[in-house]
C-alpha cells in the first residue's frame, strides 16, 4: 500500500502531527508500517487523515517506460559508496532504468536540497541519509514515490521505509576481537560523526568486544570525525599525542583507513610492528600496501543488487516495508599480528603471532 497526496497538500508528517503521533506510528496506523499499532491509535490516525483529506489508495507505478531513479550518497568518491554505485547502476541498467546520482557532502541540508530538486525528476529515490532521515524524503515518500534507504537507516523517521543495511555492530566487534585475541590491549577506535547510525552502531560493536574482553571502556582512544581522508590522519595525529599511546586502531571506515595509514607512515611508524590496524571496508589499497590491511569487508555488490530490486519491484501493496540486513566477512591479512620481540640471544617471546580463533569464523 504506497500512500498518496490529494489536492489538499497534506502530508503524512501533517496527518502524524494532527493525530499526536510519531510519524512512524502514522505509517502504521494507515496500513504502511511494520509494526502492530491499538486499535484506538488507529483510529485517531484515520480520523486525521480524513479531517486532512489525505488519503490512502492502491495503486501501482507503470512499467512501460524506463524509470530514473535518484540516488544521493554522502561522498561518491568513497570507495564503499562508489562500489555500491556501481552495482546498483549494473542492476538498474540491466532492465533499462536510470541513474541520476548526486552526492550530500555528508550535510543534512544539502542533503534536503537535493532530495526537493530531484523530486520531480525521478520515479524512485535511493538515498544514504547524512543524519535522521529529511522532511523532503519523508514527504516524497509520502507522495507514494518509493524510496529505499541503504547503508544507515535514517533513525527513528525512517522506520516506515525499506531499508538495506549491515549487521555494523556484530561486524565492528568481530574486526575490534581480531586485535584483542591477537593481544593488543589499549586499541583505539577511529570513527565517523555519531549522527550518522552507521558510526553509532560501529562505536557499539567496538565497546561490546572491549566488555567481553574485560578492557575498560578509555575515552582518550575513542576518536570521531567526519569519514574522510584527513579526519582518518587526524586521528592518528591526535592519538599518538595521548600520554600513553594505544597499541592498536579499529578504523570504522575504508577511507579512514587511507588517513590512518598515510600518518603512520608520516610519523615513520609501521604496521602492525608499531602500531596494529585493522580496517573496515576492503577498499583496493589494503590488498596493495605493504604490509596487507586486515578488514572487515562490506557487501558491496550485495548492497546495490538489493536496493536496485527493491526500487524496482516496489510492490502495490505490502505488510510493511522490507529490512534487509547484510552481513560482512572478515578478511585476515598481516596488519594486525604482534611482531615478535627478537631477544639479544636470538629467541622470541612466547605466544605472539597467535592466529585469532575469530578466522574463518561466519557473522554472529
Not at 198 to 209: E, F, K, M, Q, V
Request: proline share 5%; net charge neutral.
Amino acid at each position: 500500500m504506497i500512500m498518496s497526496k490529494v489536492a489538499s497538500g497534506a502530508t503524512l508528517r501533517d496527518v502524524a502531527a494532527a493525530a499526536g503521533v510519531s510519524l512512524a506510528s502514522a505509517s502504521c496506523a494507515l496500513g504502511q508500517g511494520r509494526r502492530g499499532v491499538s486499535d484506538q491509535m488507529r483510529e485517531r490516525v484515520q480520523r486525521a487523515a480524513s479531517e486532512l483529506g489525505y488519503e490512502v489508495r492502491r495503486r501501482g507505478r507503470p512499467r512501460a517506460r524506463p524509470l530514473v531513479v535518484g540516488v544521493v550518497v554522502p561522498d561518491a568518491t568513497n570507495s564503499f559508496f562508489s562500489a555500491v554505485l556501481g552495482s546498483l547502476g549494473s542492476a538498474l541498467r540491466r532492465e533499462g532504468h536510470r541513474l541520476l546520482v548526486t552526492e550530500s557532502a555528508d550535510d543534512p541540508e544539502v542533503e534536503g536540497e537535493l532530495v526537493e530538486l530531484l523530486s520531480p525528476r525521478v520515479d524512485a529515490l535511493a538515498i544514504a541519509p547524512a543524519a535522521e532521515l529529511g522532511r523532503a524524503t519523508e514527504e516524497l515518500a509520502g507522495r507514494g514515490v518509493p524510496v529505499v534507504l541503504f547503508d544507515r537507516d535514517g533513525g527513528s523517521a525512517g522506520d516506515h521505509l525499506p531499508a538495506v543495511v549491515m549487521d555494523n555492530r556484530q561486524s565492528a566487534r568481530r574486526g575490534t576481537m581480531v586485535l584483542v585475541e591477537s593481544g593488543f590491549r589499549r586499541i583505539a577506535l577511529v570513527n565517523g560523526p555519531q549522527r550518522v547510525s552507521t558510526a553509532r552502531h560501529r562505536t557499539d560493536g567496538y565497546l561490546l568486544a572491549l566488555a567481553e574482553a574485560g578492557l575498560a571502556r578509555d575515552d582518550e582512544l575513542i576518536w570521531t570525525g567526519e569519514f574522510s581522508f584527513d579526519d582518518g590522519r587526524r586521528a592518528v595525529n591526535r592519538l599518538l599525542r595521548a600520554p600513553e599511546r594505544p597499541d592498536a586502531i579499529f578504523s570504522s571506515s575504508a577511507i579512514l583507513t587511507s588517513g590512518v595509514l598515510m600518518a603512520l607512515r608520516e610519523h615513520g611508524l609501521r604496521w602492525p610492528g608499531n602500531l596494529a590496524v585493522v580496517g573496515y571496508g576492503d577498499g583496493v589499497f589494503a590488498s596493495l600496501v605493504e604490509p596487507s590491511v586486515t578488514v572487515v569487508e562490506q557487501p558491496t555488490h550485495a548492497m546495490g543488487e538489493t536496493v536496485a530490486r527493491l526500487l524496482v519491484d516496489h510492490p502495490v501493496a505490502q505488510p510493511g516495508p522490507t529490512r534487509v540486513v547484510l552481513s560482512s566477512k572478515l578478511v585476515v591479512r598481516d596488519s594486525h599480528w604482534r611482531t615478535p620481540l627478537v631477544g639479544r640471544d636470538g629467541s622470541t617471546a612466547a605466544g605472539l603471532g597467535r592466529e585469532p580463533s575469530l578466522v574463518g569464523e561466519g557473522p554472529r
